[in-house]
């Protein structure tokens, strides 16, 4: 079955950065879209971040364009994303999932998690 584990969340200043790893297992990685998405409290899920499964396409939400980077090891069937200049409004869990399509914004599998915290 498909299982998609995020790591490298955790407390950072304002400013700061972090890298969010997501590892996947049980599906055809270099084929299916990956993205990034993030739920804050009070707040419905939403997209962060696109890639298709080449790499060579990526997609951004108008909130972190600039800021963020997302990138892809087809060979470790890892995706990346790298978070700069963080703010204290990227408080959330954040979510890896597979893309329903390379250019969709919707998820069909995804991890369990990860939290990221920027203080002021």
């Known amino acids: 079955q498909v299982q998609l584990v995020e790591s490298g969340g955790g407390l950072v200043q304002a400013g700061g950065s972090l890298r969010l790893s997501c590892a996947a297992s049980?599906?055809?990685?270099?084929?299916?879209?990956m993205g990034w998405f993030r739920q804050a409290p009070g707040k419905e899920r939403e997209f962060v971040a696109g890639i298709s499964g080449s790499g060579g396409v990526t997609s951004y939400a108008d909130a972190v364009k600039g800021r963020f980077t997302i990138s892809r090891d087809n060979a470790k069937y890892t995706v990346y994303l790298q978070m700069n200049k963080l703010k204290p409004e990227d408080t959330a869990v954040y979510y890896c999932?597979?893309?329903?399509?390379?250019?969709?914004?919707?998820?069909?599998?995804w991890g369990q998690g990860t939290q990221v915290t920027v203080s002021s």
């Open positions: 999932a597979r893309l329903t399509a390379w250019n969709s914004r919707r998820g069909d599998y």
């Open positions: 049980g599906l055809t990685f270099s084929r299916s879209g």
